[in-house]
Each structure stands twice: as structure tokens, then as C-alpha cells.
């Protein structure tokens, strides 16, 4: 399955809420990661170094961010779903690893939807 995620799902990153409506946003991102884990996901933009940047900060034991930029090609920017869940802190809320950031910067966490928010808060 191919999937063009446009302005919702970038690679390292989900997009930005401009509408503010941050569940039917949240919808939209928990559809996504519904599909097959071999979806082929093509981006609206390529902020690839940019965002992988980001969740390395943000997760810095992560080690598989640093085999997905070597996978970086600017000629063919895309990335199955199931590799962008393993680099993507903005969908990986539910992740052990998120939660506790989350937890140690004393966000909320309470519920899928508050890690969401929570994870977004940081951007
Ligand atoms: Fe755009």
C-alpha cells in the first residue's frame, strides 16, 4: 500500500495542527498508524535532517534514527510506516521511552491522547 501523507505525515515528524482541532488531528494520525506497518509513505515536504535532528533529541538512546539517515535519499524521500513509527517521537507516544520523557518533563500522560498532545507540546 502506498500512502501520501501530504501535510499530516512528514518523515521524522508528524505536521502541524494549524487548525487547532488537535483531535480530528489526532484522528487522523491514529488512521495512519493503523495501516500495515509496509506502507509506503511519500511526504508533502522533505524536512528528513531537520526533524531526525529533532527526535534525536528529544530520544537520544534511540539508535535507529541513525540507521534510518543513512537510508536518506533527497532524490526519493520515503519511509514505510513501520520504520517511521521506530524514529518518529510524535507517534510514538505510547512508547516507554516517550512516556517517561514525558513524565520527567512533567506532562501529562494520563491518556493516548494527552501523550499526544503532550509530545506536540514540545514542538
Ligand atoms: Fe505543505
Do not use: W
Not at 506502507?39 to 522533505?46: F, P, Q, S
Not at 538512546?61 to 513509527?85: C, H, Q, S, W
Not at 506532562?107 to 507540546?121: A, K, Y
Request: hydrophobic share 40%; aromatic share 12%.
Amino acid at each position: 500500500m502506498t500512502l501520501l501523507t501530504g501535510d499530516t505525515l512528514f518523515n521524522g515528524k508528524v505536521g502541524r495542527c494549524f487548525t487547532g482541532d488537535f483531535e480530528g488531528f489526532f484522528r487522523s494520525i491514529k488512521r495512519i498508524l493503523a495501516l500495515p506497518p509496509d506502507t509506503m509513505l511519500y511526504a508533502g515536504h522533505d524536512y528528513v535532517l531537520e526533524y531526525l535532528d529533532q527526535a534525536e533529541e528529544l530520544e537520544p538512546a534511540n539508535t535507529f534514527i541513525k540507521e534510518y539517515r543513512t537510508r536518506y535519499n533527497p532524490d526519493l524521500v520515503r519511509a514505510v510506516l513501520g520504520d517511521e513509527m521506530k524514529v518518529d517521537p510524535f507517534i510514538r507516544f505510547n512508547e516507554p521511552e516517550i512516556v517517561n520523557m514525558l513524565t520527567g518533563r512533567g506532562l501529562p500522560v494520563d491518556t493516548e491522547f494527552h501523550r499526544f498532545r503532550s509530545i506536540m507540546s514540545l514542538v
